[in-house]
């Protein structure tokens, strides 16, 4: 690997190349042999000590980080092989295997790295490096440099003739759309695969949980970071998305069924709490996407709406602490819960949503600390005594509902579910419901109304909305979703506290949370709060050592993603048009000047 | 609803429009009758937009009344839409970030009853509104020549295109009267030629048309009768020749010459700066 020359800025070529000058057949090889020496390295020991979490001592049977490393590698000499045009891999490229190698490849060696620098800096020096973490370095960082030098999938952009390092580089991991093909597989297959999908989905997820310790959480995150950006860019992503959409029963049926599974695959109850609360946040964050992504209005505090829902919940519990002597069955609690957060909703609402511009946005983050605040001063002494102050109320009883009690370990089918597990399933319950509400609401007329709000109310007036009206509906909708995701809430966690309802702090649910859940998952979309609750609600739980600093991270995060994917991880069509103008198939051809010229600034003016 | 011209749809009395100090609009008279394309024109910052603006409830007037049909209007743009009358906008209004198809189908807002209940529902009826807002909205589509892009995004429709999608949203709404405001700015003559075509059609369905416009060619071309504001007040109206020959009506348009001072100079120059400005008073006769 001597004659690789980095060549950082090529003067007198025409046109730019890869930051690496390596011919294509060398480089492709160098990729594969580089990956193929990493993957045999995960299978040696990596350290002398099971103190490094996720034990790595093993030879013969890979384990914490090296099943990531392994997966990595894995993924990188599928795609460099696919792009050496073996038979029968060509499925996992549609849009070109080059950026996508790249990408696999520089996760691996990212992992890999921050496994050896986390070994070296944990137990105290390089010298605890065994030889198969060595071996491991050393085939991703060949495979890594290598795959640098694989030509470009789509070509440079002729009017950047002399482009940096970074643009090229920046470049050199963009592909081209994958190409919409009509597919020939029989309907069975298709189906087959979506499940295949949300089935590998589920073991991610599940996986990312299970992560014992904050290094393999990282590691985690680095893997799957890159690798489902390489497999984006492979083409596969969005052959499954083209998939889903055509069997769109089939893939939310597959989609309940693997979150079904979810408990199944858990034989410790922590982390099926951990999953529920997941469920919990992600669903509130699905009811604030009504309001946020599809009405378009900035609702600062709807972790209060939550609260209102829980406390109301946990005050028909029937339990001790409540001064109110009564025990509503499970069902009326919800209901109860809800039809608070709605009275809430329209209250708060009403006055403010008849004003247009930040007000809204203002009132609500009011809204939410006046919530906290109050809750916590009806103690019998700043108040009279209703929420028990800042003790909150506890010792909520399990739910109990057609005389299976909760709380009880369930056994099916030789599965053992938990008190945990059974609230995930009661959980999933109301997500399905929040889902449904969420789609059948956006996609009517309705929805439309509240997308033209988002879009240019002085228009969607003009074509006769009633903007006020359609405003407050999806505030007091969003709020009951919000109320009955707060009452099961209540019930998983035995008690309600004011603290737990906050504007921002390190741990979900909070209101800034569940915003930045729904802008980095996708706004106006069902899986993208789905997700990004998922991701917001584990990397606090994952990284707890960050302590102080986790805000801090977390609005670098915030700030990097908006820098390059404005739209969120999942973006809807219409966003993705919205922030990426070019190469899109939407594009009309343009008008021919100078009129074209004119009336275009005309119509951004 | 008959088209002997003799039913007023439009009946503006006295409209007075005051922001603050300001006169916008001084005590404007007129009326639209079924099955006519009147025109208003006036120079930049005559008031027609403000005017456009009472109409449609956007504005509440100062003074004045406005009824459609013989009721008063309710000052409340949504309510003046429920009542049939709808409007396109000087700069594009549309939704940029929906499909075509969307734009369309939220002008029949208006027309149709759904309300979130019946959306969770899914019931017949609920199925059967939403099979019929399509149909009618791609029947728009093709009146306009806008089927085939459906499904695009319509900030990513030309600029012409746009100006279609806007006039097929507003008559979405099933109006008795559409209000366009400068529905030609910014189009070469071939899709100003096209606009025209589309507004007659729009007035052989029986919509009566109220039409904001700068080309005068375009105006003189289209329009029944044409009034003519300037500085807030209606100099004149009548038919198009009655107002193409009014002095007072090019005074306005062209300014009156200094006593003694060479009119032609005068003319060279107004003329020069026009010209020099086709993006905010654009005229056929600049492009050609």
């Known amino acids: ?605 | 609803m008959t088209s002997n011209g003799s039913s007023p749809v439009l009946d503006a009395s006295g409209v007075t429009m005051r922001f603050g100090g300001l006169t916008a609009v001084r005590n404007v008279d007129l009326t639209v009758n079924s099955g006519e394309i009147v025109g208003l024109i006036g120079p930049n910052g005559a008031g027609k937009t403000t005017f456009f603006n009472c109409l449609t409830g956007l504005y509440v007037p100062t003074e004045g009344k406005v009824s459609y049909k013989g009721t008063v209007l309710p000052p409340k743009p949504h309510l003046v839409t429920q009542a049939g009358i709808a409007r396109t906008f000087q700069n594009i209004r549309l939704f940029a970030n929906m499909t075509v198809l969307e734009n369309v189908l939220v002008g029949r807002h208006t027309r149709t009853k759904e309300g979130l209940f019946s959306a969770l529902v899914r019931g017949p009826g609920f199925k059967k509104a939403e099979k019929e807002s399509k149909e009618r909205a791609m029947e728009l589509l093709e009146f306009t020549g806008l089927a085939k892009k459906a499904d695009h995004l319509s900030r990513n429709l030309p600029y012409g295109e746009q100006r279609k999608l806007e006039i097929a949203r507003a008559l979405a709404s099933e109006p008795g009267l559409l209000l366009l405001d400068e529905p030609t700015a910014g189009m070469n003559p071939q899709e100003t030629r096209a606009a025209e075509e589309l507004i007659f059609a729009i007035r052989d369905q029986g919509i009566a048309v109220l039409v904001i416009e700068h080309d005068m060619r375009f105006i003189f071309n289209l329009c029944d009768r044409v009034a003519c504001l300037v500085q807030g007040e209606k100099l004149v109206e009548g038919t198009p020749e009655v107002v193409q020959r009014d002095e007072r009506v090019i005074a306005a348009y062209l300014g009156t010459p200094f006593e003694g001072a060479p009119g032609a100079d005068e003319l060279a120059e107004v003329e020069a700066a026009e010209a020099a400005a086709p993006s905010t008073n654009s005229r056929t006769e600049d492009a050609q």
């Open chain 1, 1 to 605: 690997m001597a004659t690789i020359t980095k060549n950082p800025a090529p003067s007198n070529d025409a046109t730019p190349g890869p930051l690496v000058k390596l011919p294509a057949p060398g480089a492709r090889l160098a990729t594969i042999a580089g990956s193929a020496v990493a993957l045999a390295g995960t299978f040696m020991a990596w350290t002398w000590t099971s103190e490094f979490p996720g034990d790595l001592t093993v030879t013969g049977y890979p384990a914490g980080l090296q099943v990531l490393v392994l997966i990595g590698a894995a993924l990188t000499l599928l795609f460099a092989l696919s792009g050496q045009g073996i038979r029968g891999l060509g499925w996992l490229t549609p849009g070109g295997a080059n950026a996508a190698t790249r990408l696999t490849a520089l996760g691996t060696l990212g992992t890999i790295g921050y496994t050896m620098g986390a070994i070296a800096a944990e137990l105290g020096g390089v010298v605890n490096l065994e030889p198969g973490a060595w071996i491991t370095g050393i085939g991703a960082l060949i495979a890594a440099v290598a795959a640098l030098a694989l030509p470009f999938d789509q070509p440079y952009p002729a009017d950047d003739s002399d482009p940096g390092a970074w643009a090229r580089f920046r470049h050199s991991l963009t592909a081209p759309a994958a190409p919409r093909v009509s597919s020939k597989l029989p309907s069975w297959a298709e189906i087959l695969i979506i499940v295949a999908g949300f089935a590998l989905a589920l073991i991610v997820f599940t996986y990312g949980i299970g992560t014992e310790g904050a290094e393999p959480f990282i590691g985690f995150l680095i893997t799957v970071g890159f690798c489902f950006t390489g497999a984006n860019r492979a083409g596969v992503v969005s052959r499954l998305t083209a998939l889903t959409h055509k069997h769109r029963n089939v893939a939310l049926t597959a989609a309940f069924a693997a979150a079904l599974c979810f408990p199944l695959t858990q034989d410790n109850d922590y982390f099926a709490l951990i999953g529920t609360n997941i469920l919990i946040f992600a669903t509130v964050a699905l009811g604030l996407n009504v309001v946020v992504g599809l009405a378009g209005l900035l609702d600062l505090g709807y972790v209060a709406f939550l609260g209102v829902g829980a406390y109301t919940a946990a005050l028909v519990s029937g339990t001790s602490s409540s001064v109110f002597d009564v025990q509503f069955p499970f069902w009326a609690a919800v209901l109860t819960g809800a039809g608070a957060s709605l009275v809430f909703g329209v209250v708060i609402g009403a006055p403010t949503l008849r004003l247009r511009g930040d007000y809204l946005a203002i009132v609500t983050l009011g809204f939410g600390e006046i919530f906290r605040i109050t809750v916590n001063n009806l103690n019998g002494k700043a108040g009279p005594d209703v929420t028990n102050g800042s003790q909150g109320i506890t010792q909520i009883p399990d739910v109990v509902l057609f005389g299976w009690d909760l709380g009880q370990p369930l056994d099916i089918a030789g599965f053992t579910l938990g008190r945990n597990a059974n609230y995930f399933l009661l959980m999933l319950f109301f997500t399905v419901i929040v889902v449904t509400v969420f789609r059948r609401s956006g996609e009517s007329r309705i929805g439309r109304a509240w997308v033209a709000i988002r879009e240019d109310e002085t228009a969607a007036t003009a074509m006769g909305i009633n903007g006020f009206r359609v405003k407050l509906i999806a505030f007091a909708l969003g709020a009951t979703l919000a109320g009955l995701a707060g009452a099961v809430q209540a019930h998983v966690s035995y008690s309600v506290t004011p603290d737990s309802y906050k504007f921002a702090s390190t741990a979900p649910p909070n209101s800034a949370f569940l915003l930045a859940a729904v802008i980095l998952g996708g706004m106006g979309t069902v899986s993208g709060p789905l997700i990004g609750g998922a991701l917001l609600f584990l990397i606090p739980a994952k990284l707890s050592f960050m302590e102080n600093y986790q805000l801090l991270a977390f609005g670098l995060a915030l700030i990097i993603l908006m820098r390059f994917r404005p739209e969120g991880i999942i973006a809807d069509r219409r966003k993705q048009l919205e922030f990426h103008d070019t190469g899109q198939l939407d594009v009309p051809e343009q008008r021919l000047p100078p009129e074209g010229g004119v009336s275009a600034t005309k119509a951004g003016a």
